[in-house]
């Protein structure tokens, strides 16, 4: 079993176990567990053969946005990631050639209910949570859905502190804590309904929203409302790009930080953004090899702090490359990089062969805005908040839901006053990219005990400011995106230390003995991994070696869970040192001439396993309309409706010189969501498998 049984942050609960079988083999997994978190647990990454080439497929999103992980449950196909486990469970691998099973003919009638609230809000992530517990608060009728069992979105994914200002959105608090003080919120909001597992399938031309929850339709008459949908990860086209193992940042912390399933053994991470640097910090977390990260841009994108952190572990960062290929029989063996210009084409003779069971894939979001589109067609009062309005932090997403919120009490007059100008200057800091990186200051003070704040970046954080009981860490302006400077007295106390997002602040204290100063470092990798009088090797700011050090003392700080490992170093060492360096970086094999698969076999279409070179015929024989070329190729034409390789498809043309405004998109389909057809008429039907079950009991 591949289950995460230890971990610095997350703490495993004790649940149930159940046994199901996947292909005749008899598993066990946690009640309530998704199928595709069990089948990793069990060892299984392959959930079908595609039945156009037989290809191995796996999970891909882990989110319900597209179809890469269905298999088939009881008779049913299913999307895997979304559909729990449940006693005595039949799963089978999709197989092209297998024939379903057909429904029996004996149905179950029921009714469509129809409800009527003044302010539907669809997703329960950060910015929905938030809008519902502001509508809360004036007694608005309220319906919040999300299609997860559990609120929080991408919040119960994050076991790091989170950046941004203390005040408006719990900066120095984990993702996971967050997600449930947020939740927790509406307790206290009698009209505010919250549906988990309900799916908002289409908002229709009379302003009426389809929620499919559970087995069960309704029919939600909104007078406002608000898309808090989110948002999906893109796609990235390189030969291999589909095998198992091979697959998104974000499906990659729901096995992990959610389910506690180790799902690889050695990973690779392709982006520098905010999201890959956090996936590897997880990975290593979590016990998992990091082989390495790369980033196409002549630097990472994310903050510098996140960066930093896996560099100082030992996790090379190479800037300036690109993937070139994923290699494997059945699943991920080895991955293949090289070195880019400037203008992203492969440097020949730069490229390096790494072994890896896993990739992720961390190249950017795109907005789940279908809700919203629908919404304004349909001449609704419709407002969009959070990712699903502009991709950016979670910090910046509760204070646009809050904002938001605002807007639509002003639309359905219980608040006339506007939204306050500061709150919109607020969350523009919130947002806001990372500024200059500044050079370390020069020590200006004598003292015996200081912090030293390795936070050099401008991006908008200010834990260490609010915490600190003498008021010696303020910002070198009024805005949350200055950087930190310690200009008073310190009592050697670690609150700044511990709360620190970025584990970018370390003390040093010279009291006890001033030729060998002692330094408090953060730490949040295993408990049991560094214990007092080990040797351990020092690294500074940007990962480089200091050296090797005495452990004195291992705090662990429970509540915080994060753990300070007390080193002794030297008068030159002391001010510099800001973590172990835990791993060696490997420097990959050399690799080979010959890079066999052609570039046109690289799949765009995942669904329907369209490659590169069908799509490029296709526009270079005069193709401008995406309808076309999905009634021709098929690309486009799957379960996932499009969602993963729209995107890809419209760089294509860019890439064959194709302007953009000259394309057709793809008329978008009335229901985004897969459904059964019965649940819109309150039929439930019944494979024959089910139907001897329930005579077999008479």
Avoid at 7 to 13: A, S
Avoid at 264 to 277: D, E, S, T, Y
Avoid at 284 to 307: F, N, P, T, W
Avoid at 681 to 688: A, M, Q
Wanted: proline share 5%.
């Amino acid at each position: 079993m591949e289950r995460i049984t230890e971990h610095p942050v997350l703490q495993p609960e004790e649940r149930k176990t159940v046994k199901f079988a996947f292909d005749g083999k008899p598993c066990e997994a946690l009640e309530g567990e998704m199928i595709s978190s069990a089948l990793f647990a069990n060892g299984v990454k392959i959930f079908s053969r595609h039945h156009k080439d037989g290809a191995p497929q796996g999970i891909f999103c882990a989110n319900g946005q597209c179809a890469q992980c269905s298999v088939i449950a009881d008779g049913l196909t299913v999307k895997s990631c979304v559909t729990p486990v449940r006693e005595g469970l039949r799963v089978e691998t999709l197989r092209g050639e297998a024939r379903l099973p057909r429904v029996a003919c004996v149905q179950e009638f029921g009714r469509v209910e129809e409800l009527d609230v003044d302010a539907l809000i669809v997703g329960g992530g950060p910015s929905g949570l938030a809008a519902a517990a502001e509508l809360g608060k004036l007694g608005v009728n309220t319906l919040i859905v999300d299609d997860k069992d559990r609120f929080g979105g991408k919040l119960v994914l994050q076991t790091h502190k989170f950046f941004g200002s203390v005040e408006d959105c719990y900066a120095g608090t984990r993702g996971v804590d967050i997600a449930g003080k947020l939740e927790d919120q509406l307790k206290d909001y009698p009209s505010v309904k919250a549906w988990t597992n309900a799916t908002c399938l289409a908002v229709f031309s009379d302003r009426k929203a389809g929620v499919l929850r559970g087995d069960q339709y309704c029919l939600v008459r909104p007078k406002a409302i608000i898309s808090a949908t989110g948002a999906r990860e893109k796609s990235l086209g390189f030969p291999g790009n589909t095998l198992p193992g091979v697959y998104g940042a974000g499906a990659f912390q729901t096995l992990v930080n959610r389910d506690l399933v180790r799902p690889a053994k050695r990973l690779f991470i392709v982006g520098g953004g905010n999201v890959g640097l956090i996936a590897a910090y997880h990975a290593l977390q979590a016990g998992i090899s990091v082989v390495g990260l790369i980033e196409a841009q002549e630097r990472c994108g994310g903050y510098k702090v996140h960066e930093d952190k896996i560099r100082r572990l030992g996790v090379p960062v190479y800037t300036r490359h690109t993937i070139v290929r994923a290699d494997g029989r059945d699943g991920l063996e080895r991955v293949t990089i090289a070195a880019v210009d400037e203008k992203f084409k492969v440097l020949p003779g730069t490229e390096r062969t790494f072994e890896a069971d896993t990739l992720l894939i961390a190249v950017g979001l795109s907005s789940v805005d279908e809700f919203h589109a629908q919404a304004r067609e349909a001449g609704m009062e419709a407002f969009v908040c959070g990712d699903a309005e502009e991709i950016a932090e979670a910090s910046a997403a509760m204070f646009s839901g809050k904002i938001t919120a605002h807007k639509v009490l002003k639309s359905l007059g219980v608040m006339a006053a506007p939204v306050p100008g500061f709150w919109f200057d607020r969350l523009d800091v919130l947002k806001s990219r990372p500024g200059i990186t500044k050079a370390p200051a020069a020590k200006d003070h004598d003292r015996k005990v200081y912090p030293v704040l390795h936070c050099r970046q401008e991006i908008p954080c200010n834990p260490c400011v609010t915490v600190c009981p003498k008021k010696s860490i303020k910002l070198s302006g009024e805005s949350i995106m200055n950087t930190p400077q310690f200009t008073g007295d310190c009592i050697g106390c670690y609150k700044c230390l511990v709360i620190c997002p970025g584990l970018a602040i370390t003390i040093v204290d010279y009291r006890k003995d001033p030729a060998s100063p002692s330094v408090a470092l953060p730490f949040e990798i295993g408990r049991g991994l560094v214990k007092k009088g080990d040797r351990v090797r020092l690294t500074g700011w940007e990962g480089a070696d200091l050296g090797e050090a005495e452990v004195l003392d291992v705090k662990d700080f429970k509540a915080e869970n994060t753990m300070i490992v007390i080193v002794k170093a030297t008068p030159e060492t002391a001010d510099k040192a800001v973590s172990l360096r835990l791993f060696e970086a490997e420097a990959g094999a050399k690799a080979p001439a010959d890079l066999a698969k052609a570039e046109d076999e690289t799949i765009i279409c995942r669904c329907e396993r369209v490659s590169l070179g069908e799509v490029r015929r296709a526009i270079r024989s005069g193709m401008r309309d995406l309808n076309q070329l999905k009634a021709v190729t098929r690309a486009g034409m799957g379960a996932c409706g499009s969602k993963t390789c729209s995107a890809m498809l419209m760089n294509i043309f860019r890439s064959e010189g194709v302007d953009p405004k000259t394309v057709t998109a793809f008329t978008r389909r009335p229901l985004f969501v897969e459904a059964p057809l019965g649940v819109f008429s309150g039929v439930k039907c019944r494979t024959e498998a089910d139907e001897k079950a329930s005579w077999s009991g008479f």
